[in-house]
């Protein structure tokens, strides 16, 4: 009898027969000392890492203090048998990111609905705007943030949008937006629509009409989950008023926001402490799952 069992083939067939009286203690002893060959190790402490053949159900343990991105490589690089599983530790500091190669890969949660964190955004004025036209429909313009997950608005250019990144595998949003217009005549009419890719017309469209008898008036809007193409679909939210060519828009009052309620596939996901199982499902598909996912 041997100390240990240096490979699992050769604890198979050590143990090939599991007949009743054929494990004696020495047996037992062998075993228990081969245990860390049924999962074995291997730890990154890199800032990229690309799996390899050799993780094949094996665990590989993430140990950065910074972030970590890592690769999942696709099918014509390193041919993973269909089924292989990689479980993915997380030991330091660092956030662990697993990205498929980008158009090759395809990344997939089982549930498919929610990302595994929140992806949003939200957009304002810095200042007020002042004596603007806005008696023909017009996008309102957002020149600040406060907050941005993912590259969905941009100061400077476009600023009158949110953009549902390239690459994000977002494929439902819900949208909203207040707007406070001041210093216009009273007893009027106006509204408030979100846009889609510019028209009022889509699935799941929303809008605020008004007719106000005040100078001033807050409009706004909330839509439900909204289907998006990832990389093309943009939203704006479009205001227009009756007559008057002069109106304010509030800063400290209105505001603009978007909110990702399903992701599929996931595209790149980065995960918390404790573990996720990535298992090869096609040629070029995996799913991940876990409860470091959350």
């Known amino acids: 009898m041997v100390d240990t069992v240096r490979t699992r083939s050769a604890l198979a067939l050590l143990f090939a027969d599991n007949a009743a009286g054929n494990i004696s203690a020495q047996d037992l002893r062998d075993m228990l000392a081969s245990v860390p060959v049924l999962n074995p190790q291997n730890e990154q402490t890199g800032a990229t890492y690309t799996f390899a053949l050799a993780d094949a159900d094996q665990s590989v343990i993430f140990n950065r203090a910074s972030a970590q991105a890592v690769t999942i490589p696709k099918n014509s690089v390193i041919a993973f048998p269909i089924g292989t599983r990689i479980r993915c530790v997380r030991k330091g500091a660092g956030l662990p990111t697993i990205a498929p190669v980008d158009g090759d890969v395809t990344l997939h949660k089982p ?31 957002w020149d600040a943030e406060v907050y941005d997950t ?33 210093n ?10 979100l846009r889609k890719d510019g028209s009022k017309d889509f699935d799941g ?5 008004f007719e106000a008898g005040v100078s001033a008036a807050s409009i706004n809007f909330g ?25 304010d828009i509030i800063a400290a009052r209105s505001n603009f926001w978007v909110e990702v309620t399903e992701i599929d596939p996931v595209g790149s996901i980065a995960y918390q402490y404790g573990y996720v199982t990535l298992e090869k499902i096609g040629t070029d598909e995996w799913m991940i799952e876990g409860p470091a996912l959350g």
């Open 111 to 141: 549930t498919g609905i929610k990302p595994n964190r929140p992806m949003k955004a939200m957009v304002k004025r810095a200042t007020d705007q002042t004596g603007a036209n806005y008696t023909s429909e017009t996008a309102v313009p």
């Open 184 to 193: 216009f005549s009273a007893d009027f009419w106006g509204f408030l629509a």
């Open 223 to 247: 839509s439900g989950s909204v289907p998006v193409v990832a990389g093309t679909t943009y939203f704006d939210a479009a205001l227009q008023v009756e007559t008057d060519t002069s109106v």
């Open 150 to 182: 993912d590259a969905f608005h941009d100061n400077s250019s476009n600023n009158t949008r949110l953009s549902i990144p390239s690459g994000s595998g977002i494929v439902r949003v819900h949208a909203g937006a207040v707007v406070r217009a001041a």
């Open 205 to 209: 469209a929303v809008s605020s009409i």
